[in-house]
């Protein structure tokens, strides 16, 4: 109700017509975060950008002074806002992205209780290699695209785009590593049911074969097989 009375808020001292015009340029921007307009930011902030590129000297080949340019320049400026997150440093970036997948994890509990469809990327979010792999998959195919063509016009913040490629680039090794460790996993799953035994033993069985296994790292005397008991004489 405050907000609403002529001498508060954002609006004071404006005239009728101008309240109406930022009203309306306020609510573009906010439905400009919906990522049904995503593609089409790209692609139009990418003509921008590659005018700019084709003559810097020009300045920002935007006209301010024409509505259409200024609404462009302030629904993407928002959208960039809006998608600002993996742009920090990375232990800032996680922990952002971290909040955004439990929203997800919440959101697919609701679904599912109420029998709706469930997005396949919001599926086992529970799973550490999921996360680096849904991280990834954001950056690259959704904010890197913008952000390098809105970097590309205003090289002032392209230390933004620097932060976005070194979160993308760590959590690419996220994902390669927790891949390789699944992969050791399911190999040593696979040999222990052929072999009839826990994984873990067979791991032992393994590494015992270069010295590293339990018998080794025990230092008992007598031969001993790769469960740890003794094959000599009591």
Avoid at 95 to 116: A, D, I, N, S, Y
Avoid at 201 to 227: I, Y
């Amino acid at each position: 109700e405050i907000l609403l009375m002529d001498d508060q808020g954002i609006f004071r001292g404006l005239t009728q017509t101008e309240k109406t015009e930022v009203r309306r340029a306020i609510v573009s921007c906010i439905f400009g975060t919906d990522m049904r307009y995503h593609a089409s930011y790209v692609s139009r902030m990418r003509i921008v950008a590659e005018a700019y590129q084709q003559d810097p000297d020009s300045g920002v080949p935007m006209d301010i002074e024409k509505e259409q340019d200024r609404q462009l320049l302030m629904d993407v400026l928002v959208h960039c806002a809006d998608l600002s997150g993996q742009t920090l440093k990375h232990s800032l970036a996680t922990e952002w992205g971290q909040r955004v997948l439990e929203e997800f994890r919440q959101q697919t509990v609701l679904e599912k209780k109420q029998g709706l469809p469930i997005a396949p990327f919001m599926m086992d979010l529970d799973d550490p290699l999921k996360q680096a792999t849904t991280q990834k998959n954001f950056i690259g195919f959704v904010v890197e695209p913008l952000w390098k063509v809105f970097c590309a016009v205003f090289p002032e913040v392209s230390f933004l785009c620097d932060k976005l490629t070194e979160n993308l680039e760590a959590y690419k090794r996220d994902e390669q590593t927790l891949t390789a460790q699944r992969m050791v996993r399911e190999d040593a799953g696979k040999s222990a049911s052929a072999d009839g035994l826990q994984p873990e033993l067979l791991l032992m069985r393994d590494q015992s074969k270069d010295g590293k296994g339990f018998a080794a790292n025990q230092g008992t005397g007598g031969d001993q097989d790769f469960t740890g008991r003794s094959n000599s004489a009591s």
